[in-house]
């Protein structure tokens, strides 16, 4: 209520309610503001430093930095492979929540002797990056390793295949959406933040939000697509990667690993899982 005296309002029942209104918008926003960070930690698990070099596990990496469109630099392995000639691809490989990018040196050695040069990226604060993780910064942090592939390393979109294993494959879905790119790979990924929220906290779900919407992203996305999932996935269900997989448009392709969690698909998957991915890079980059 407004009577004329400088925007100050009386002292009657409709003012307490003004007050009221305007003290949990205050507090509603101050609870926001707080539960945003206490959500990120929730989500992102970074491990600082490095904890294996790449000639302690003999592979032939090349370490590097990137810097991202808003100024973080980024810490990145390079692991060029040995594609036949006139054949080179790439992958870019966006790793998990948990850890940083030494701890999947091994993987990508993996991936690169099928046959491909892999790009390993620490999302901002993981590893050796700088900054702090955000949904917005991880988003951010996968530009700047697809721009460092068609840049620096001289490839054509339509030669890079983007991996995404568990939370990456949000990621992994977010970049690729309305890009040319030749292939997407997901692997033991879920719809939602919110999805997996509730399946983790139920009634509180709410207070997370919904970020990391893959569910509603991946129908734009252009590339085949390859999803791979455990069927003994303890902390991502099956049920929430086929949800995914049944939103995406055609070219794709469902496989299960029968009997593997979620951080043991490689282990379990054995030459089986290798030789899966290895006929997609094919069919994708001939």
């Known amino acids: 209520m407004v009577r004329g005296d400088g925007g100050r309002c009386g002292l009657g029942p409709s003012c307490d309610m003004i007050r009221l209104a305007g003290a949990l918008a205050v507090a509603g926003g ?37 810097e991202t469109e808003d100024g973080v630099r980024i810490h990145a392995y390079y692991v060029p492979g040995a594609p036949p000639p006139g054949e080179r691809r790439a992958l870019l490989f966006l790793h998990g929540n948990a850890g ?50 068609e840049s620096q390393r001289g490839f054509a ?18 970049l690729a959406q309305d890009r040319p790119l030749a292939g997407v790979v997901l692997e033991s990924t879920f719809t939602n933040v919110a999805d997996m929220a509730r399946r983790m906290v139920g009634p509180l779900a709410s207070l997370v939000g919904g970020g990391f919407d893959s569910q509603a992203r991946i129908p734009r996305l252009r590339a085949p697509l390859l999803s791979l999932h455990g069927d003994r996935d303890e902390l991502v269900p099956l049920a929430l990667g086929r949800a995914l997989y049944e939103a995406a448009r055609v070219p794709k392709r469902f496989e299960v690993i029968a009997g593997a969690g979620h951080n043991d698909t490689v282990e379990v998957g054995g030459a089986a899982y290798l030789s899966r991915i290895a006929r ?7």
């Not at 070099?53 to 592979?59: A, C, H, N, Q, R």
């Not at 050695?109 to 917005?136: C, F």
């Open 30 to 66: 101050l609870f926001l503001a707080l539960l945003s960070p206490i959500a990120d930690r929730v989500i992102f698990q970074p491990t600082p430093g490095v904890d294996f070099e790449p000639t302690d596990l003999g592979i032939a990496a090349e370490s590097l930095f990137l």
């Open 100 to 149: 940083n990018a030494s701890h999947r040196l091994v993987g990508a050695d993996l991936l690169a002797r099928l046959g491909v040069e892999v790009l390993l990226i620490d999302y901002r604060g993981y590893g050796l990056s700088e900054g702090r993780p955000s949904e917005a910064g991880v988003y951010a942090d996968a530009r700047a390793g697809l721009d460092h592939l």
């Open 157 to 174: 979109t339509e030669r890079i295949v983007v991996f995404g294993r568990s939370l990456g494959g949000a990621v992994a879905v977010e």
């Open 280 to 286: 997609f890079l094919h069919e994708v980059t001939p």
